[in-house]
Nanobody, 126 residues
């Protein structure tokens, strides 16, 4: 059974960078589409980015385009999210999630994904 563990969160000043990692065990990520979600306090989980396992297509929310980059390392069984020029509104708990189902048009919906990590906290503040 696929298990996901996020790491790399922390406290960073506005304009700073963080690199989140999603490590998989129990199965290979090569056959899963992977998404990253953010949940701010009191708000619903929001799709930030995703990467397709079949086409390598990368998806981004408009709010992070040009600042965040998703990448996949099948050899290490990890997916990373490089976050640059962070803003206070990027604060929240970040989760990675996996699915083998249809991703196109649905990558940003949490119900698309069946496996989730426990999350890692990101705080952007001066």
């Amino acid at each position: 059974q696929l298990q996901l563990v996020e790491s790399g969160g922390g406290l960073v000043q506005p304009g700073g960078s963080l690199r989140l990692s999603c490590a998989a065990s129990g199965s290979t990520l090569a056959t899963y589409h992977i998404g990253w979600f953010r949940q701010a306090p009191g708000k619903e989980r929001e799709g930030i980015s995703a990467i397709s396992s079949t086409t390598d297509t990368k998806y981004y929310a408009d709010s992070v385009k040009g600042r965040f980059t998703i990448s996949k390392d099948n050899a290490k069984n990890t997916v990373s999210l490089q976050m640059n020029n962070l803003k206070p509104e990027n604060t929240g708990d970040y989760y990675c999630a996996a699915t083998q189902g249809l991703l196109v048009g649905r990558w940003f919906q949490s119900r698309t994904y069946g496996a989730w990590g426990e999350g890692t906290q990101v705080t952007v503040a001066s």
